[in-house]
């Protein structure tokens, strides 16, 4: 099984663990490296992002924890990056504010279009939601913002992802079909031509920038969709393409951190992968998966 996981959130954002809390428990699971990656700052109030006054803190705690640990594990210090058009900062600049090691790409907020120049609640206020625990919010946002028309709304979705891919720098793509959690098959299905279309030119831009694709487990585990982000189909596609692949529980708590990691490689194994991606002193390495 894949012993490292670089997808996680400790208390700086929504995680619900210490990150000293989340170290010792990578190491009594015998993992090799672990990644933090909190939710970028923001432009507004929100619940789950770390607040733009904490990043120094943050960064310097994981520090502290990597020099502490040497030798027993490899520790490094990145960002979940938010991407909303005409909002967020660009990565480049944020990655070099703060020496991160790495950056991983994601889209959870939609914007049906470029924001006036506003900020706080008039702001936030504009914004789709289509994470988090509650379907409701999807659907109202989809109600609010798109009229209920889910082939604008998922449209959006994967326009503002590849907007992400074509014009930022990042390593990881996080959950890149993550609009079909909360849709539960109610307003499309994934075998949809039109759907189909929008998430293979996606792939095919992930393909193209040489981005590492997340296979990320945490739908399964806490039972908000019965599979993983990207579905294998999409998998499938991605192997074809030679996209590399790399297994992330998304993790929140410290009892999270690999979490369906055995059935996330026998599905890619199943797809036609033999190997994922790791991460050791700045360079993205290969790890042969059986």
């Known amino acids: ?13 929504d995680g619900k663990s210490q990150p000293r809390e ?8 015998g993992l ?3 990644g933090f990656s909190e939710h970028s700052p923001l432009p507004f109030d929100n619940t789950f992002s770390v607040k733009s006054a904490d990043m120094p803190s943050y960064v310097a705690e994981i520090a502290q924890l990597k020099a502490e640990f040497k030798g027993k594990i490899d520790i490094y210090c990145g960002l979940e990056a938010d991407y909303l058009t005409g909002v967020s900062e660009p990565f480049a600049v944020t990655k070099e504010k703060y020496h991160l090691d790495y950056l991983i790409g ?8 470029v924001p006036e120049p506003v900020e706080g609640p008039a702001l936030s206020e504009n914004i789709w939601f289509i994470d988090g625990p509650k379907w409701e919010v999807y659907d109202e946002g989809l109600q609010k913002f798109f009229d209920g028309d889910i082939r604008r709304a998922v449209r959006r979705f994967f326009e503002q992802s590849n907007e992400m891919i074509e014009n930022e720098q990042f390593d990881i ?3 890149f079909d993550k609009i079909k959690m909360h849709n539960r098959d ?4 994934e075998d949809e031509s039109w759907y189909r279309k929008l998430a293979l030119e996606t792939l095919d831009l992930i393909r193209e920038k040489g981005l590492v694709m997340e296979i990320n487990t945490r739908g399964i585990y806490k039972k908000r969709y019965n599979g993983f982000y990207p579905s294998p ?7 074809k393409m030679g996209v590399p692949a790399i297994i992330s529980a998304d993790a929140h708590h410290f009892s999270e951190i690999t979490l369906e990691f055995t059935a996330a490689e026998e599905a890619l194994i199943k797809a036609g992968y033999r190997s994922v991606m790791n991460f050791k002193d700045g360079c993205w390495i290969e790890r042969t998966i059986s």
């Open 173 to 175: 793509i996080a959950h």
């Open 22 to 29: 989340i170290v010792e428990e990578a190491i009594r699971q």
């Open 186 to 189: 109610r307003y499309f299905h």
């Open 233 to 239: 189909w999409l998998m499938e596609e991605a192997c």
């Open 1 to 13: 099984m894949q012993n490292f996981n670089l997808h996680t959130h400790s208390v700086y954002s």
């Open 106 to 113: 994601g889209v959870h907020l939609v914007v049906d279009k």
């Open 32 to 34: 090799t490296t672990l």
